[in-house]
């Protein structure tokens, strides 16, 4: 039944995603600086002149305008435009993934419309991430308040399946409780083991609580494919400067911006991976 609307749902999220994403810039900016959300209304960083409503259109002002602003023609990060463009990206992968094809990637027996509620949780959380990737890439540390609205989608999550029969994604409530407990317990054992061993933070205790509340929403199994994925692509990223000869090697770096790449890309093709994986085994 869902099928036909999909179309129409694709560019209706779309279209949101891109004005979400342009309300994520405002977070990314102003929460770090401690700024109220809502005042004042957007204005430029270079001359204070407030932003007039259709140069504050996503991406396609940016592009009139040609990345600079009209009154002191001081250039806009393309940062915002990036923002915008990757949450309708995430927006589109969360219908792509688990609701046009439920069945392949949240599991047999979860159709189109099972699926509707995990959906709307995961571009929630895609966008948090998104917010926390961004902040954590500038200021090396994740406000608490994003880790209390992953462990309320998390709570939400849980909630849908337990209650409400028709929206259900697949994820049993037994491994969601060891992904929250398990993966935070992990974590706080290498934070705490590489203070004994190294006299030094690895990682930041937000991370800790990152994936203790994101593992609460993602399962035990999509907790641990994002936990590898995230040491991997970081091993990938820091060996690059290394092996170019520069050596900062206590020079502190971001992990969190992994962990969410981990987390969005185990929480789309982590059951299909696994699941494929396992397949090979005689
Ligand atoms: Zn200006």
Same mark, same amino acid.
């Given at each position: 039944m869902l099928e036909q609307w999909l179309p129409i749902i694709y560019i209706f999220t779309g279209l949101l995603g891109l004005v979400i994403g342009s309300f994520l810039n405002v977070v990314i900016y102003r929460v770090p600086r401690k700024e109220s959300l809502s005042f004042p209304a957007s204005h430029c960083p270079g001359c204070n002149n407030p932003i007039k409503w259709y140069d504050n259109i996503p991406v396609i002002s940016y592009m009139l305008l040609k990345g *600079? +602003?009209? @009154? +002191?023609k001081e250039k806009i990060s393309p940062r915002y435009s990036i923002v915008e463009l990757l949450n309708m990206l995430l927006w589109l992968a969360c219908v792509f993934f %688990?609701?046009?094809?439920s069945t392949t990637f949240l599991g047999e027996g979860i159709t189109m419309e099972n699926a509707v509620g995990y959906a709307l949780v995961a571009m929630a959380f895609c966008s948090t991430l998104l917010v926390v990737f961004f902040i954590d890439l500038e200021h090396t540390y994740i406000p608490d308040r994003f880790h209390v609205i992953v462990l309320a989608l998390a709570v939400i999550a849980i909630c849908l399946n337990a209650?409400?029969? @028709? %929206?259900?994604?697949?994820?049993k409530f037994a491994d969601r409780l060891i992904g929250g407990f398990g993966g935070g317990t992990l974590f706080l054992i290498i934070y705490f083991g590489s203070y004994l061993i %190294? !006299? =030094?933070?690895?990682?930041?205790?937000a991370d800790v609580k990152l994936v203790a509340v994101a593992g609460l929403l993602l399962g035990w199994q999509n907790t641990t494919l994002s936990i590898f994925l995230a040491a991997v692509s970081a091993c990938v990223v820091l060996a690059v400067p290394h092996f170019m000869g !520069? *050596?900062? =090697?206590f020079k502190e770096y971001p992990f969190a911006p992994y962990l969410t790449g981990g987390m969005i890309a185990s929480m789309f093709i982590g059951k299909a991976l696994i699941t494929w994986y396992l397949s090979l085994m005689p």
């Open positions: *600079k +602003c009209r @009154s +002191c %688990l609701i046009q094809n209650f409400v029969p @028709s %929206l259900n994604d697949g994820i %190294l !006299k =030094r933070e690895a990682m930041g205790f !520069k *050596k900062d =090697r």
